[in-house]
């Protein structure tokens, strides 16, 4: 299910509100047994068989984390309590190693086995063993948000094994932080310790559910005013034959607004419907494309994502504590592993190497130094070319097709007759439009956060008509889900 | 920590940016407490202070809850008894759902939905002002209007890509049946198959809209085509007969200044639909496939018809909008030399399978009765088959379906020949018609015909 689909709206979003305000005063325990039905029917609508997946993985974290925090294979049935810092026992390190391969076991079978597959084969043709090839007809699907629901399981095994987070006792209540339906498909990243109060003991007030709702309006029409209009500029220059340099300088400044504005929607509604549910989720994303270096870009775009990177990988590799090579290098591995996180091609593992690269640079003392100099305005200017230039191989559907469209943009491509054709529709009144708008609300606009921090009449009527707009333009869209819903 | 929740702080009358810096301060005294405050301790803050007073909040949350539940209480109220029902989810065999189910399910509540018929043609037609169509529609120049896989068609990339065709085949992955993409295997085997039993295949793939007519929708004249076009011919020549009839279409255009498609529909106009069968019936003459035989005299009258486009319905407007008016055409339906209507002969010498760019003049049924074989209000007797017919001068037999030109005919014909080994004992020449997106977007999977 997705959050601007016709019966998310307008049929589990209404039942998912009522039964929470209904049991507003129930045992938090029966609260969350209902958030995690809840969650449960909302991703299985996509495929019934996902919700034995993601019982499976969080039933096998649940018992290792239990293992975890009481040091044995048979967890009692006593307190729990974090663990003190210091050494762990064999014991407890095998239940970590245990939770990191089933997690990234299931992350890498459903994920990347298909890739593999392939990579594999065409590995073995170029050799010349084209006879030892595979060619297994086998097809791997996907299951929904798979990347988001396993990296969150794994910070909070991880943060038991540290000490920094207390194991949950209750299989529901671990279930309820795992599958709750706002943040399950797309994000943002929960970290545990922040929500593990919040999963023993919310409020519902009328503050939460009010600001929630704006939350929810602002996302929507994110979603549905801007990022549709610019996602339909992008796919047409994308997905033709070939673009002139004007038109593939259009398509890719518009995947970029595309990107953002589907996904930042996202994340609003998914707080907003925290709030409407009682929680309180950090901030994801603080308008990252006015970024003046792409260190900063890091600090703003997906923030729940690269501060799990950042926890997670990037710090026990060393950070930048092992020397200035070895920081370099820690920042490119951890960046392409983000790219390869975001889909199995390499597409996304050129786009991680990219930012990886630019962000290694920066780190460097001459990077340093020009960052130092450089007006604001120039650094923006130049971070947003460089992250639009990269966000080519996020979209393009292979390696060729991105390299193909960096020659467009560059004036070297040979764009076929038929593709003057989409000038007809690249510039149309409701497209220019929107990117129009787009730029407005990218570069002088406050962001949601700080535009309804302070929710005067005014702009509460503001998002109810923003909302109703959406809803009447989703009437005239087919199915159209969110960019992330796919990682 | 600090619990907001616990000592909220009074709004009356604050500024929600100082009620959050006074937030600040008050849970982390001094400064270096801040500099490692995470997003969470943030969001915390932000998300507890917020300031508005208790009557904007009651009214937006009023009215959120109103925009949610406005739906599906019209469709309670106005709606009853149409739709899916939740039992639709299983069945005996099925007892837990299914994604095709569930997907199913998800559809027929939104085709069904009340307030969503109500909305869409005003929000449709808001955006076909500011040039905007549909998944299906493009809003050109001038009241033209494009169907979306036509304008793909012609301005993607090469059907027969070898990265393109690679693409297609992993996109289908999931499907009971792959779709195989690359149409020129399915040519040559069908063309394969019918030379075995003494038959020649003629393919005449029909030009799309954009491709002869891109000024409907840019700056750009004609024509133009996909980058694999002349590749596919190529491959072709020698192997099977190929008649491509732009040329005549585009005489035809020159002759009369008639644009040869229709203003709001992806089909062509009478003058190009006759001009096409002409210049085939001279082709398969020149060409010597069709034994000798006296030539019967087929008449052809004079109708009007006027009619609204397909491509506009796709759209969804609301009744009386500017791109519904209908369009005036003149088709010319053929009868026998002793007056009946003209109907398909099974003893004829020439099958034609078309689609429905052979059938948008010839089926005067209501596709809403015939499905895939009924008209679209266009007229009927005065088709493809009509016209090729009358140029000919002698009878001809189809097989004809309104989508899926790639293999439903040949599906068809295939299915008859099952039940009636002798369906195609009269036949020397099958002429495939079938539309130029179908090369980019059809399924062509080979498929076998019965008998030896």
Redesign the interface.
């Known amino acids: 299910m997705v959050f601007r689909?016709?019966?998310f709206?307008?049929?589990f979003?209404?039942l998912a509100l009522a039964i929470t305000y209904a049991l507003a005063r129930a045992p938090q325990r029966g609260r969350n047994l209902a958030l995690v039905l809840l969650g449960y029917a909302f991703y299985g609508?996509?495929?019934?068989k996902f919700d034995a997946l993601m019982l499976g993985t969080t039933s096998v974290d649940w018992l290792l984390s239990l293992v975890i925090a009481h040091g044995s294979w048979r967890p009692c049935g006593g307190p729990v309590a974090s663990l003190a810092p210091g050494a762990r026992t064999r014991t407890q390190k095998a239940a970590l190693v245990l939770s990191l391969v089933s997690n990234l076991g299931v992350l890498g079978f459903f994920k990347y086995f298909n890739f593999g597959a392939a990579n594999a084969d065409s590995l073995l043709a170029a050799l010349g063993m084209e006879g030892h090839a595979w060619h297994t007809t086998l097809?791997v699907?996907l299951p929904l948000g798979i990347s988001f629901y396993t990296f969150q399981s794994l910070s909070y095994v991880i943060d038991v094994y540290r000490g920094d987070a207390k194991a949950m006792r209750s299989f529901v209540d671990f279930a309820c932080f795992v599958s709750m339906f706002p943040h399950l498909v797309a994000g943002p990243i929960l970290?545990f310790s922040?929500l593990a109060g919040q999963i023993e003991s919310r409020?519902l007030?009328?503050?939460?559910?009010?600001?929630g709702?704006?939350f929810?309006?602002l996302g929507l029409s994110k979603k549905v005013l801007l990022a549709n209009g610019c996602g339909k500029v992008a796919d047409?220059a994308f997905?033709?034959?070939?673009v002139g340099t004007g038109d593939a300088w259009w398509g890719a400044v518009a995947y970029a607004f595309q990107i953002y504005f589907d996904f930042s929607g996202y994340s609003d509604m998914a707080i907003g419907l925290g709030?409407m549910l009682g929680f309180?989720?950090?901030?994801n994303f603080d308008s990252p494309y006015r970024a003046a270096s792409l260190t900063e870009f890091w600090r703003r775009w997906h923030?729940s994502l690269s501060?799990w990177l950042r926890e997670y990988l990037y710090f026990p590799l060393g950070g930048s504590r092992r020397g200035a090579a070895r920081t370099y290098f820690n920042l490119l591995l951890t960046m392409l592993l983000g790219g390869l996180w975001h889909g199995a091609s390499w597409n996304f593992v050129l786009w991680g190497g990219l930012h990886g690269g630019l962000l290694a640079w920066e780190r460097s003392p001459w990077g340093a130094a020009l960052l130092h100099r450089l007006p604001r305005r120039v650094g923006q200017m130049g971070t947003f070319a460089w992250v639009v230039l990269a966000w080519v191989f996020f979209r393009a559907?292979?390696l060729?097709?991105a390299f193909a469209y960096l020659r467009s943009l560059a004036g070297l491509g040979h764009p076929?007759?038929?593709?003057?054709?989409?000038?007809?529709?690249l510039y149309?009144?409701?497209?220019m439009?929107c990117l129009a708008l787009a730029g407005v609300v990218v570069w002088a606009c406050p962001d949601t956060?700080e535009w309804?921090?302070?929710?005067?009449?005014f702009k509460?009527a503001i998002?109810?008509i923003l909302?109703?707009v959406s809803?009447?333009?989703l009437?005239?869209?087919?199915y159209n889900p969110f960019i992330y819903f796919t990682f | 920590m600090p619990s907001p929740?616990n000592d909220p702080p009074d709004t009356a009358g604050a500024?929600?940016?100082d009620l959050?810096e006074q937030a600040l301060h008050r849970s982390l005294p001094t400064s270096a407490h801040r500099l490692t405050r995470?997003?969470?301790q943030?969001?915390?803050l932000?998300?507890?202070?917020?300031?508005?007073?208790?009557?904007?909040?009651?009214?937006?949350?009023l009215?959120?809850?109103l925009?949610?539940?406005a739906?599906?209480a019209v469709q309670l109220l106005a709606g009853r008894g149409r739709g899916p029902a939740l039992s639709d989810l299983t069945s005996p065999a099925q007892p837990?759902?299914?994604?095709e189910s569930?997907r199913g399910f998800?559809t027929a509540?939104?085709d069904s939905?009340v307030a969503?018929r109500a909305?869409?043609p005003p929000?449709?037609a808001i955006?076909t002002r500011?040039?905007?169509g549909?998944?299906q529609a493009?809003?050109?120049?001038r009241g033209e209007l494009l169907y979306r896989p036509d304008?793909?068609y012609?301005?993607?990339?090469?059907f027969l890509d070898a990265?393109v065709l690679a693409?297609k085949r992993e996109a289908s992955?999931?499907n009971e049946r792959v779709p195989q993409p690359n149409p020129i295997p399915a040519i040559l085997d069908f063309a394969r198959q019918l030379r075995a039993r003494g038959i020649t295949l003629v393919i005449l793939p029909v030009p799309v809209k954009?491709?002869l007519e891109?000024e409907a929708?840019?700056?750009?004249r004609g024509p133009?085509?996909?980058?694999s076009y002349e590749d596919f011919l190529r491959r072709l020549r020698d192997k099977c007969y190929v008649f491509d009839p732009f040329l005549a279409m585009t005489a035809e255009e020159r002759r009369t200044g008639q644009k040869p498609f229709l203003r709001t529909d992806t089909h062509w106009t009478p003058p190009a639909m006759e001009a096409t069968a002409l210049a085939l019936a001279g082709y398969l003459e020149a060409q010597r496939l069709l034994p000798p035989r006296p030539r019967r005299v087929y008449r052809r009258g004079e109708e009007a018809v006027a009619n609204v486009g397909d491509v506009a319905r796709m759209l969804r407007l609301p009744p009386g909008n500017a791109l519904l008016g209908t369009q005036a055409v003149t088709i010319r339906p053929v009868t026998d030399p002793d007056g009946a209507t003209w109907q398909p002969r099974p003893d004829a010498d020439v099958l034609l399978l078309g689609d429905s760019f052979s059938n948008v003049y010839s089926s005067r049924d209501s596709f809403e009765t015939s499905g895939s074989l009924g008209g679209q209000g266009w007229g009927g007797h005065a088709g493809l088959a009509e016209q090729v017919s009358f140029s000919l001068g002698r009878p001809l037999d189809s097989i004809i379906n309104n989508a899926g030109g790639s293999h439903v005919t040949r599906e068809k014909l295939a299915r008859q020949m099952a039940s009636d080994p002798a369906r195609l004992s009269h036949v020397r020449v099958v002429v495939w018609e079938f539309t130029q997106r179908d090369l980019a977007s059809g399924d062509w999977r080979l498929i076998r015909l019965p008998g030896p």
């Open positions: 689909s016709y019966v709206l307008f049929f979003l209404p609508w996509a495929n019934p097809r699907v970290k922040h409020t007030t009328l503050d939460k559910t009010a600001r709702a704006a929810v309006a047409l997905s033709a034959g070939g709030l309180v989720f950090g901030r923030i501060t559907s292979d060729p097709s076929p007759a038929g593709s003057a054709l989409l000038s007809g529709i149309q009144p409701y497209y439009l956060w309804t921090q302070r929710l005067t009449g509460a998002c109810v909302m109703a809803l009447a333009l009437m005239t869209q087919s | 929740d500024d929600a940016a959050y995470s997003r969470e943030e969001a915390d932000a998300l507890n202070t917020t300031a508005f007073g208790r009557g904007v909040a009651v009214s937006l949350c009215a959120f809850a925009l949610i539940l739906v599906p837990i759902p299914t994604p569930l998800e509540l939104q939905s969503g909305i869409l929000a449709q955006l500011l040039g905007v549909n998944e493009y809003v050109g120049r304008v793909e012609t301005a993607g990339p090469g990265a693409r992955v999931g954009p491709a891109p929708l840019s700056e750009q133009l085509q996909n980058p």
